[in-house]
């Protein structure tokens, strides 16, 4: 078996590697297929990227990506894309995160915002608008393929290649393909030979972005848009409530999670109502009702969670199709890793199928599974232990040592660099694949 060459995981740019001759085929242009497309692209591989929608919108409204993303987003042409990022991104160095108790409104603990390294930076901004600069640079630095308004009728597969069929009829093949079109992927079928059904998580999540404008007009709320970028917090029985301001500003979101027990077939996003989210928070902090009035309704977004247990293998029978991000693990919020770690993905199959060639396609897909697996499964786990820590705080524990109740940044998470960890353990654990 050849091993193709091997690097220090410090590589910058893109198109630096030799040509693999792989073809790559990957499913969705969120920011998972995206960063798979761009990683693959950098790796040598020959990739386009087929997506359902047919133009870009700039939906959504926050989303997070810690440093351990910020870390591949900078290897992207030495930095160029995080200078991108940086301005449509919340600067939180002064401010840092002030968690308030639910009903009292008292700042219990001001947790301070790391400095972070330049090579790893973190970014919190609208989702819309930082996939609108990974989607160009993929697009037109990189001139990556990608084919909107078009959607996938089927995956194929057999031991030579893979590949999709569109709703047109037409037939693409690939040596691999990447399914990133999220937790209602197609491809879940073709990797796991049945229909998984989804689970109510019980909770549900009310979103909203909207300018400043009424919150400027207000002298309560106007504080939290007058001094540059602020994150509030307010936890409380089974909710949480979190406020931010961004582009020094001028812009406002908030997320608020809640139970919610409706039995639907999909996490999937409603108008939300703010007559609800008023009653909601009725015997809170009067200063959360004054920021959720200020909310234009069409603004406002009730997304429903639902659960899905844990999938036993992302890789199809022949090893040609790989389920990537939300189609594999989708995570709950509060871990706010799984874009993350969809962007993970991508580094590492990158990685793999170079380090594999082309002769060895299947056994690399195996190998990124296994180097993969056990660790998403431990950082989904922590959407569930930040929630429950939140919404089940003993606060008499808390008025002992306020710490407890802050945000968790685990260094195992945030110092982890998928690339060089991709490059270090790839050989052992292609060893162990081929041994069984």
């Not at 040598?44 to 990506?65: C, M, N, Q, R, W």
């Not at 219990?108 to 819309?128: L, S």
């Not at 808390?398 to 998470?413: G, L, M, T």
């Amino acid at each position: 078996m050849t091993t193709n060459g091997h690097t220090n995981g410090h590589t910058n740019g893109a198109g630096e590697r030799a040509k693999t001759g792989i073809k790559v085929i990957v499913v969705g242009a969120g920011f998972g297929g995206l960063g798979a497309a761009i990683e693959c692209h950098r790796q040598g591989h020959d990739v386009e990227i087929y997506e359902a929608f047919p133009e870009l919108k700039t939906l959504g409204d926050i989303i997070s990506f810690g440093p351990n993303a910020g870390r591949i987003f900078h290897r992207w042409s030495n930095g160029e894309v995080t200078k991108r990022m940086r301005p449509l991104s919340i600067d939180l160095r002064k401010y840092g995160f002030n968690i308030h108790k639910y009903d009292t409104g008292e700042i219990v603990i001001n947790q301070k915002t790391p400095q972070y390294a330049e090579e790893a930076p973190n970014f919190n901004g609208h989702r819309g608008e930082l996939h609108e600069v990974v989607f160009n640079y993929a697009k037109d630095d990189l001139g990556i393929p990608i084919h909107l308004g078009h959607k996938i009728q089927t995956y194929f597969e057999d031991e030579k290649e893979a590949g999709i069929v569109l709703e047109s009829g037409d037939k693409i093949a690939a040596d691999v393909v990447l399914a990133s079109d999220g937790v209602r992927s197609k491809a879940r079928k073709s990797v796991l030979g049945y229909e998984d059904k989804p689970k109510s998580s019980g909770y549900a999540v009310w979103r909203a972005w909207f300018p400043n404008k009424d919150m400027l007009a207000d002298p309560e709320t106007a504080q939290f848009c007058n001094n540059g970028d602020t994150f509030n917090g307010w936890i409380g029985p089974d909710m949480h409530f979190l406020f931010s301001t961004i582009k020094n500003g001028s812009d406002c979101c908030w997320v608020l999670t809640h139970p919610d027990e409706h039995d639907i077939d999909e996490s999937w996003s409603f108008p939300g109502k703010l007559s609800e989210v008023k009653e909601a928070v009725k015997d809170w902090d009067p200063l959360c009702t004054r920021i959720i009035s200020k909310t234009p309704e069409e603004m406002l977004v009730d997304w429903k969670l639902v659960y899905r247990d844990p999938l036993p293998t992302w890789v199809s029978p022949s090893g040609r199709i790989l389920l990537l991000g939300d189609s594999a693990h989708p995570f709950l919020p509060t871990s706010a890793q799984g874009a993350t770690q969809a962007l993970e993905d991508g580094v590492v199959i990158a990685v793999c199928l170079r380090r594999g060639g082309k002769g060895n396609v299947p056994v690399s897909v195996r190998a990124h599974e296994k180097i993969r697996y056990d660790r998403v499964r431990e950082t989904q786990k922590t959407g569930e232990s930040t929630r429950d820590m939140w919404h089940k705080t003993d606060w008499e524990k808390v008025k002992q040592n306020p710490e407890i109740i802050q945000f968790p940044r685990q260094d195992w998470i945030f110092e982890f660099d998928a690339e060089k960890n991709a490059e270090e353990t790839y050989d052992d654990v292609v060893k162990e694949i081929l041994a069984a």
